[in-house]
């Protein structure tokens, strides 16, 4: 499973940006898919994640109610949806897929990692 995510995003405090994530390979629809981020001189940590149909979601306490997590499985694609973005969140958002319908909020549990889009969000 190779995973290609899209390009370097920025935007101000408050503003809005989505996201996207395809994959290759024929299996998306049986795989969890994750998002995670990494700051400078920061161990990568969970955003959200989202089962394989797309029936059950999961986000980190700092992205509950502003960000949102969806798929495309007809289009092998996941997105995160990111509103009301703070400085903080700046990072490098990495997308990941698991051998497993369930997701898990842990790094450790995936197995496929796209290469990583830099987010910068200024004040």
């Known amino acids: 499973v190779q995973l290609q995510a899209s390009g370097e995003a920025w935007c101000s405090q408050g503003g809005s940006l989505r996201l996207s994530c395809a994959a290759s390979?024929?299996?998306?629809?049986?795989?969890?898919m994750g998002w995670f981020r990494q700051a400078p001189g920061k161990e990568r940590e969970f955003v959200a994640a989202?089962?394989?149909?797309?029936?059950?979601?999961y986000y980190s306490d700092s992205a509950k109610g502003r960000f949102t997590i969806s798929r495309d499985n007809a289009n092998n694609t996941v997105y995160l949806q990111m509103n009301n973005l703070k400085p903080e969140d700046t990072a490098v958002y990495y997308c990941?897929?698991?051998?497993?319908?369930?997701?898990?909020?842990?790094?450790?549990?995936?197995?496929?990692w796209g290469r990583g889009t830099l987010v910068t969000v200024s004040s």
């Open positions: 390979g024929r299996s998306f629809s049986s795989r969890a």
């Open positions: 990941a897929a698991r051998g497993d319908p369930q997701y898990s909020i842990r790094v450790t549990r995936y197995d496929y």
């Open positions: 989202i089962s394989a149909s797309g029936s059950s979601t």
